[in-house]
């Protein structure tokens, strides 16, 4: 199948060798994709995750904190967990992956309600119009990428910036994309050959520019950047020869970071599959863990060894960030779930992240202590980590400047290598 | 309300509230723009050109046409689709086998369609009737069809399609308060203890979401919630400040309460349930501090209540208009509340009120901001788009037997900006995938109307060629077809001088030389002109 080249493709590849020009030696001499470079996979665990289960070693504690049964301790450098015989893929994950991941605990959501909870770890406020901050970071990539954010599954708040979100519509993103979808409608229709397509694409292109007019300026614009995107994405992915569908975790995960070597999305979300509001029941929760980590383990083997466009492999260049809406409160119910916990922790791993440790703390009781940004450890004199400065620090990590949407707020700077 | 009182509401707002436009500020649409965006909203479809001439030679027939349009059922699916936004009932989950209902060898989906709107055709049902929109949670009725009727044990006439019935288990009437859809859709499971359903009042018929609240706990709050959930919730401010309304609205809903399995049980209302708050919580029923004893109470208090009447205004202004609406739109909001109340709380009211204002027919607006606040460009949702591409062609796009842009298992809903599943609102700007789902739309539709008319013979839309007219050979009949696609597809004639005939035709030959097939190059120009931004925006 041809390849269609689009001047927006042709502009990324300048950009992308006058950047390495100007940018030099990766940071810090490390091998990692300068913050502009980086890609941001989100992975999300709708319904509160337990976060006793792997980030909060709390063995011993004179409030008592409820583990999975058969936990045991776990220790990779600075970095300590909870892991267990009933899911080895933790322990595994810490022991190949611990040097590159960073916990961060005591994470305050504001909240211990679901949407409130997704909408302020994902944003840091509650206002319904606030850009979650893979859109944030999408939307500042300097030239602008057929799917900036491609929202596979799981939350997704656009704000303002919703021409910089895609939806996966139940895997349909592909069939329309490949233009398979015409063979499977209603008095289905073969898929224009290219060059025909080109050509019909040629005079849409002339209609939109009649189109335009001073009171249409604005969405001929947006339809125009929109009918690019779609053009360069469909050239781009039969190059690509994607189509095949897979299921799960890992098989979307892989998708997305496939998307992203494209060089046709900087950030995905993609929901952790599980219940994970266990009120009734809290053991699900160590199973699912389990199966996290496992996928974990085999994304970041194949980012590992995945060569990148920015830096030797894609482990360089794409950041993994693992996020729950809420925790769940530290001592079991009298029906053996768990209820809501204002205080959450997450997962990041990849370029620019001080991996290798345990940031942000909580006391013997789950609930979180002030600490001191710069080291991530508590401190008296420190502040309460908000998810608003987990947030600025993802932004920073993709040379967004936090202090442009989020004026005031803290960066949570221990994070950052 | 004054303007003292106005700008005293929206205090929390720099805006400058409750100003009016000026008169100078808008340019209104030609009436042919007018008809066209009235038709969108109101029919889902552009106007016929015969329409579009009348309106051309006597413009002040458009609140008459509006009148007509509001009496239509293509209407009340608009506003069914609409009021979904806040609603959001059609997520195309299936919660129960119909197999339980007694309903064999049935589509499934089908009846989970049925289902998701119950509460959206008690709404049409009421606009139908011109009854007072205050019904909505008032109704000692519900309405179902022989699928609701059967799945939820709703007793109906029986004469076929939506009719007006009631529950068979007893349970008290209140319009959507009582459904059961409305409670499947927004459960509440145990400790929640009702407040998610609660929540769901407020925000679906008040406008007003509790957990957008901004809340500060004290550290010694999140050591009693852990310890104690319940008295904690009773008895710190910090809790209270939202609980102490929320908790008493969820007393309402014991009589749905239940952890039973199976559709007969799960979906079954139970009156010796309704005391069961004493044991939740132990907040006793009432409306922000007015005590109530049931759901029918709750139902007029609701009804009486100033926001339900503003969050109706605000549902069908965003809605129909995709407008956000702001401090700055306070005035007009209050006109048409004004409107919607001397009408009789009538949906055909409000909505004819809508419609008809400055602000609705504006084509453009002095500056930028206004124009965005305006929308003054709007975008087709998913099922308008399916509806002019149909008008335009006879073409209904559908997969696996679903129609594609409006059943919501598909999955292309949200692709083209709708909401379903996860995506609980709407997207209005251009995108990438609505790009590509408008390619793919038009490609089928050109096809449909090639065979169709010209392979057999139909001559519907290409009424003046055949499969041997070659713009080289029969340029005038190849350019009036040219002019005849684009003037259906844009509602206007082509300018005498425009280059777009000869534009198609050199596409036409293009592609000819590349398949050596008249119908794929007859696909290329109908799909090319299908694929004009004026079946995106109007």
């Keep these: ?417 | 309300m004054n303007r003292l009182a106005c700008v005293l509401a929206l205090s929390w707002s720099a805006a400058p509230a409750c100003a009016p436009l000026e008169a100078n500020q808008i340019t209104p649409l030609d009436p042919r723009g007018q008809l066209m965006r009235a038709s969108m909203d109101l029919l889902g479809t552009r106007p016929t050109e015969d329409e579009l001439v009348i309106i051309d030679e006597q413009p002040e027939l458009y609140p008459a046409f509006v009148d007509l349009w509001l009496q239509t059922p293509a209407f009340e699916e608009r506003l069914r689709s609409v009021w979904n936004l806040r609603l959001l009932t059609r997520t195309g989950e299936v919660g129960f086998d119909p197999a339980e209902a007694g309903i064999e060898g049935v589509d499934e989906r089908a009846i989970a369609a049925s289902l998701a709107d119950e509460p959206l055709r008690l709404l049409s049902w009421i606009a139908r009737h011109d009854r007072p929109l205050t019904e909505l949670v008032t109704a000692d009725y519900t309405v179902a069809d022989q699928a609701v009727a059967r799945m939820w044990d709703v007793e109906i006439p029986g004469f076929g399609g939506w009719e007006p019935g009631r529950y068979a288990d007893g349970r008290p009437h209140a319009g959507v308060l009582s459904m059961t859809t409305l409670w499947q859709r927004y459960p509440s499971a145990g400790g929640n203890a009702n407040r998610h359903r609660a929540n769901a009042v407020s925000r679906l018929l008040l406008c007003d979401d509790y957990l957008d609240r901004p809340i500060a706990f004290a550290r010694s709050d999140v050591e009693a919630v852990a310890s104690d959930p319940e008295e904690t919730i009773r008895s710190t401010p910090a809790c209270q400040s939202c609980h102490a309304t929320l908790d008493p609205l969820a007393a309402h809903f014991y009589g749905f309460w239940g952890d039973e399995e199976g559709l007969r049980e799960a979906t079954l209302y139970r009156p010796e349930r309704e005391l069961l708050w004493m044991e939740h919580g132990g907040a006793a029923p009432a409306y922000y501090g007015t005590p109530t004893s049931n759901l029918v109470e709750l139902g007029q208090q609701i009804a009486e209540d100033p926001r339900f009447v503003d969050c109706a205004v605000r549902t069908a202004v965003e809605g129909f208009t995709q407008r956000s609406l702001g401090p700055a739109d306070w005035s007009e909001v209050q006109a048409l509340r004004l409107a919607f109340e001397e009408g009789g709380l009538t949906l055909r009211a409000l909505v004819r009120a809508i419609v008809t204002s400055e602000t609705y027919l504006a084509g453009d607006a002095a500056d930028a901001d206004l124009r965005a606040r305006l929308a003054t460009v709007r975008r087709v949702s998913p099922d308008q788009l399916a509806g002019v591409v149909e008008g335009l062609t006879g073409y209904r796009w559908t997969i696996d037997g679903r129609d594609a842009l409006t059943d919501p298992n598909v999955g292309l809903i949200t692709l083209a900006g709708g909401v379903a599943g996860d995506v609980t609102a709407p997207s209005w700007s251009p995108s990438v995938t609505l790009s590509l789902l408008h390619e793919r739309l038009a490609w089928l539709a050109a096809w449909h109307v090639v065979r169709r008319d010209l392979v057999e013979g139909e001559r519907l839309l290409l009424r003046r060629v055949t499969l041997d007219t070659h713009p080289d050979t029969h340029a005038s009949e190849f350019a009036a077809t040219v002019r005849d696609l684009l003037h259906a597809v844009r509602g206007r004639p082509l300018e005498p001088d425009s280059p777009e005939p000869a534009r198609f035709a050199a596409l036409f030959a293009q592609v000819y030389s590349v398949e050596g097939d008249p119908e794929a190059a007859w696909a290329a120009v109908v799909s090319a002109a299908l694929r004009d931004p004026a079946v995106l925006f109007y």
Aim: hydrophobic share 40%; net charge negative.
């Design chain 1, 1 to 417: 199948m041809p390849v269609r080249l689009h001047r927006r493709t042709v502009l990324k590849g300048a950009a992308a060798a006058s950047a390495a020009a100007f940018v030099g030696l990766p940071t810090s001499g490390r091998a990692w994709a300068a913050p502009s470079d980086r890609k941001f996979l989100f992975l999300f665990a709708s319904g509160g995750w337990d976060t006793a289960q792997v980030f909060e070693p709390k063995f011993g504690g004179a409030e008592g904190v409820d583990l999975p049964p058969l936990s045991e301790p776990g220790q990779i450098g600075d970095l300590r967990f909870v892991a267990g015989p009933d899911r080895p893929e933790v322990a595994r994950y810490f022991a190949r992956w611990g040097h590159r991941s960073a916990i961060v605990n005591g994470i305050d959501t504001h909240s211990i309600g679901h949407g409130s909870g997704t909408r302020f770890v994902l944003t840091g406020t509650s206002a319904s119009t606030s850009p979650d901050w893979p859109t944030r970071l999408a939307d500042a990539d300097p030239i602008a990428l057929p799917m900036p954010h491609v929202v596979f599954s799981g939350p997704a708040f656009a704000g303002g910036l919703g021409a910089s979100v895609v939806r996966g519509g139940d895997g349909r993103l592909l069939e329309l994309i490949d233009g398979s979808i015409v063979g499977r409608s209603g008095a289905p229709a073969s898929v224009p050959a290219s060059p025909v397509d080109a050509m019909i694409d040629a005079v849409v292109h002339e209609q939109n520019a009649r189109f335009r007019g001073a009171s249409r300026a604005r969405v001929a614009a947006e339809h125009e950047e929109s009918l690019e995107r779609a053009m360069e994405l469909e050239g781009r992915l039969f190059e690509a020869g994607l189509g095949e569908t897979t299921a799960g975790l890992l098989g979307t995960a892989l998708r997305a970071v496939d998307l992203m070597r494209l060089g046709l999305a900087r950030c995905a979300m993609v929901r952790i599959p599980g219940r994970w509001d266990t009120h009734g029941d809290n053991t699900p929760q160590t199973r699912q863990f389990g199966a996290l980590f496992g996928a974990l383990d085999r994304l970041q083997e194949h980012l590992a060894t995945t060569p990148g466009d920015h830096a030797p492999t894609l482990a360089d260049e794409i950041v993994v960030v693992a996020l729950s809406e809420l925790g769940r409160t530290p001592r079991l119910n009298g029906g053996g779930g768990k209820d809501h916990w204002p205080y959450t922790s997450a997962l990041v791993a990849g370029p620019g992240v001080a991996g290798g440790r345990t940031l942000g703390a909580t006391d013997d009781g789950l609930q979180a202590v002030p600490i001191d940004f710069a080291t991530g450890r508590p401190s008296a004199a420190g502040d309460m980590l908000g998810t608003e400065h987990l947030g600025a620090a993802l932004l920073r990590l993709g040379g967004v400047d936090p202090a442009t949407s989020l004026p005031g707020v803290q960066v949570l700077r221990a994070l950052l290598a």
